[in-house]
Structures are given as C-alpha cells and as structure tokens.
C-alpha cells in the first residue's frame, strides 16, 4: 500500500501546483473514462496472456494454472509501475515461476523474453514517432524520444547478441560490493547462484537463439505485444473526443509510445510527470524549450492528459497491487501450511 501511497503524491501535486481541478478531469465523461479504463486493461491482460504463452512453449504444461500466472504477471506489473524506470517486474515473474519448480535460469529466460519483447515493440515504436515528429518539425520532442530509444534498445540488443555467444558473469567488483551489506559466506552464495542463473540463461539463449520454434513463439510474442501498445494508444484517443480535437488513432499511438519512453528515464515512479509531459509534448509539437511551460495553460489538453493518466495508470495500479496481495498471501499461506504438515508428519 505504500507504493500506492507513493505514486499518488505526483498526481496530487498537479491538482496543487495546476489550474486543473477534479471536477475539470471529470469533465472529460463517464462513458469515455470507462471506456479508457477498459483499454488499458486489455493492454495489461494480453502482456499477461503473453506471459502464460512463453511459459508454455518455452517451459511447459505443468508450470502452473492459467490464473495463477495470469496473476503472477500481473502482480510484476504493479512493482514494474512503481519504480524508476519501470524494473523490477521481472524479480517477482521469477520468483514465482522458481517457487513453482522452473531452474532460475529458465524462469529469467522467459521474462528476459517479456522484457526483450517490450523493448523491441516500445523502441521501434519510439524511432519511428521520433523521426515522424523531426519530419513535422517538432525537433525537440522527436530528438528527446529518440536519444532515450537508442541506448535502450542498443542496451538489451547487446544483451541479447552476446548472451548468444558467451556466457555472462556479474563485474568483480560485485563481490566487495556485496560484502558491505552482507556476511562473506551470505555474499558468495548470492553471487555464485546469480551467476548460476546467467548461466542457464546464456544456456536457454544458445538453444533457442538458432531455433525455427523459437523465432515463431517470440514472433506471437510481438504480434501481441504490438496489440497491446495499440490498446494503449486507443485508451487516449477515446478521451480526447471530450474536447473536440482532432488527433486520430495514429497520432494517439504514436503519443502514447513517446508517453512511455520518457517514462523510462530513472526519475519519478512509475514515469509520473514525464509521461504527462511527453503526451502533452508530442501532441503539441514540442520544438523550443521556452514551450515547456506552456502545459501549465493549456488546461483542455492537460484535463484529458491528466484523466488519461487516472484511468491507464492509478486505477490499474489499484488491481494490480490486489493480484500482488493474492499472490503474495497465498505463496505464504502454501509455505506455512507444507511446513506445517511436514512437521506434523515428523511427530507422528
């Protein structure tokens, strides 16, 4: 709850420091407002639907049932939308598929695979409204997007290439690192097993870097992934009829891919603030700094940008940290009752 408590500060900053009220986001419509909410939670579902595929093929049948891992994703999500830089997701996606039996370097595989997914989708979506904003002499707002893009994707592209070729050890300085936190023999066993797992995974990576299958599950991925950015940007547009304007399905996909880029930037939870300033750059055709000020007054816009902002992000968050919670509650309840039994049987 704290992490709720956390992200909201940045939205009850904008009500304080705006000329936008509650009311004035309201404005926007129910109908539209809901239809926003549906959206984004398409979007959620299918990333949750194309975790359960990965698993599947890339791991097997008898993981876990389909809720279980419906729920586990989108447990991820939540931490994923409250930390800079959307991380941390990913440590609880394998946590859960380890708990559930799957080698930690299977389990990293598979979301490696997520991420890789939403990098591949989310960047190239970037390149392409950057240089569409450069093309409509938007300079600034296209060069942002496209300098944010290019170490990301060159980042995980890297990843990805020589992870297929040797296998990847954390730095030496980790060790000593480690040690100002932890015991020695605590520290090496942490090392030694993170080191274990990049292993299997460089593993997993040779196997199905070269593999025909492989190409055609991470082709579904994306395909789904895409569907997903798409519903994302439709979540937007529904609410923009609200004020009459003119953007197009096209120009709100692209808005909202720009949104999410600068979200990465490792500033606010959960890209609060930059994700509003980007959609609002985008659309404006941000092309001089002097213009950045000008969202403060643009109060029809920032009215939609803001109850965008409500129904894609806050309201999700609420569901998602409810999945954590379920997650959560029952692993703990399923150790304490198999410790419990096997304690019982020990007596007996």
Not at 261 to 284: D, V
Request: glycine content about 6%.
């Amino acid at each position: 709850m704290i992490f709720i408590t956390v992200s909201v500060i940045p939205m009850l900053l904008i009500f304080l420091f705006t000329p936008v009220s509650l009311n004035d986001v309201l404005s926007v419509g129910i109908i539209p407002f809901l239809i926003s909410f549906i959206a984004t939670m398409a979007r959620i579902f299918l990333q949750a639907v194309r975790f359960y595929y990965f698993v599947r093929k890339f791991i097997g049948k008898n993981v876990s049932s389909f809720w279980k891992i419906i729920y586990a994703r989108l447990a991820g999500e939540f931490v994923t939308q409250t930390t800079p830089s959307y991380i941390g997701g990913e440590l609880v996606r394998i946590a859960f598929l380890t708990k559930s039996g799957v080698p930690a370097g299977r389990a990293a595989w598979v979301t490696t695979m997520e991420i890789i997914a939403d990098v591949f989708v989310g960047t190239i979506l970037a390149f392409i409204a950057g240089f569409i904003a450069i093309f409509n002499g938007s300079l600034l707002i296209g060069l942002i997007v496209i300098s944010i893009a290019t170490p990301t994707f060159g980042f995980w592209f890297f990843i990805l290439a020589y992870s297929a070729k040797k296998n990847i050890q954390l730095p030496a300085f980790s060790y000593n690192l480690t040690r100002k936190f932890v015991s020695e023999d605590k520290a090496k066993r942490g090392i030694n097993s993170v080191n274990k797992a990049l292993d299997d995974l460089c593993v997993m990576s040779r196997e199905n870097f070269g593999s025909l299958k492989s190409v055609k599950i991470f082709s579904v991925g994306i395909a789904i992934t895409l569907i997903a950015f798409v519903f994302h940007g439709f979540s937007f547009l529904v609410l923009t009829h609200s004020v009459d304007t003119t953007i197009g399905l096209f120009l709100s996909f692209m808005a909202t891919s720009s949104s999410t880029i600068l979200g990465t930037l490792p500033i606010t939870i959960g890209g609060s603030g930059l994700a509003e300033w980007g959609l609002w750059g985008y659309i404006n055709h941000l092309n001089d700094v002097s213009q950045i000020g000008n969202i403060m007054h643009d109060t029809d816009q920032l009215n939609v940008i803001i109850a965008w902002r409500i129904a894609s992000y806050y309201i999700p968050l609420v569901i998602m940290w409810i999945a954590l919670m379920r997650l959560t509650l029952k692993i703990n309840y399923s150790s304490s009752s198999s410790t419990s039994s096997s304690s019982t049987s020990t007596t007996s």
